[in-house]
């Protein structure tokens, strides 16, 4: 996918849902609402997108102020402020919202989505509706779901084609149980650890791998150490935009139509972003000389987990939704 082809994709989204929604003839009472992204990059570039796309479309009505990269507190201090109302707007890594909502684990199921396109059309749409519907019992209202990534592995002492080539090898994940099952299952010896922590990991040779998306092995400077590295998609991460629901009952069902709707546009803008991002790195690591397997035997890592059956592992946990997991699985089987 070529960066040229992500940005007129982006541009053809915006401007089919970009369009002023309010007329001359239709003023809206002016409203301005709080932003916050508890991080830089694509997601505050995002949030950005979506506080010009409420401007253009409310002919200015909707000022969005934005702010970022931990100004309003950490993720999980932000989506708190946000159920309470002190933030309006938030966009943060879905992950910090399951620690109180969990049917939004379902998406941290390995090889859910077999691409990022897939990831946006689910999230964005019905089932992405059906995954948050509940989302009001907790003081927040979704709007929709950027990207942040698909994960995939890369590592310092061995090409990884098949599912067998992981076997035994110390890969450091996120702290997260569905993270260290995954690996676990495959034969491996996950290593649960804090960012700040991977690099040195790998230097010093306590992991011998790491699963990322590619532009983050750039973006977090952790590839100094890495020789291969293999597209596997295992693994999809997502940034969800809510609003606090009290604030959200009192806006205007236009100035809601707007937010919801220009949401949805700026979040394509973020998976059309790092598209281009990942191709950007993609040349930055070849440069570096990491080696690069684009079409490994993902097949292999699927057979090894025994396929869709793996998900029922966690039938008896409180998240498991079989209903919402069939609806994922009949769009993108």
């Known amino acids: 996918m070529s960066s040229a082809s992500a940005e007129a994709r982006g541009a053809a989204t915006l401007a089919s849902v970009g369009a002023p929604l309010a007329s001359a003839d239709e003023e809206l009472t002016p409203v301005t609402l709080v932003a916050y992204c508890p991080g830089s990059g ?5 949030l950005v997108k979506f506080s010009e796309l409420v401007a253009e479309a409310s002919n200015g009505a909707i000022t969005l102020e934005v702010h970022d990269s931990g100004t309003l507190g950490n ?9 309470m109302g002190t933030i309006d707007v938030i966009l943060a890594g879905t992950s910090g919202f399951t620690s109180f909502y969990e049917p939004a684990k379902v998406l941290d199921l390995p ?4 691409s990022a396109e897939q990831a946006y059309e689910v999230t964005n749409g019905e089932i992405g509706e059906k995954i948050f519907a509940n989302f009001q019992d907790f003081g927040l209202v979704y709007l929709a779901e950027g990207d942040n990534g698909m994960r995939h592995i890369s590592t310092t002492n061995r090409p990884i084609n098949t599912a067998e080539d992981v076997k035994g090898l110390k890969i450091r994940v996120p702290e997260s149980q569905l993270y260290l099952d995954v690996w676990s299952a495959l034969g491996a010896t996950p290593i649960g650890l ?12 306590t992991a011998e791998g790491q699963d ?5 092995l750039v973006a977090n400077a952790t590839y100094d150490s890495i020789k291969y590295f293999s597209n596997i ?6 940034c969800t935009m809510a609003v606090n629901s009290v604030k959200w009952n009192s806006l205007d ?55 869709d059956e793996y998900y029922k592992r966690y039938e008896g946990e409180s998240w498991y939704n079989q209903e919402l997991l069939d609806a994922i699985l009949a769009v993108v089987r």
């Open 42 to 46: 694509v997601p505050y570039n995002t």
């Open 111 to 114: 090889f859910l989505f077999n």
């Open 253 to 307: 069902p236009e100035v809601q139509e707007i937010l919801k709707e220009q949401a949805k546009a700026a979040a394509k803008y973020s998976f059309d972003t790092i598209a281009a991002d990942n191709e950007s790195a993609t040349k930055v690591l070849q440069d570096a000389g990491v080696e690069f397997n684009f079409e490994p035997d993902v097949q292999s890592f699927k057979d090894a987990l025994g396929g």
């Open 194 to 205: 804090a960012l700040p922590e991977l690099a040195p990991a790998l230097a010093n040779g």
């Open 75 to 83: 993720d999980a201090e932000a989506i708190e402020s946000t159920r």
């Open 212 to 216: 990322n998306a590619t532009y983050h």
């Open 233 to 238: 998609n295992y693994m999809w991460m997502g």
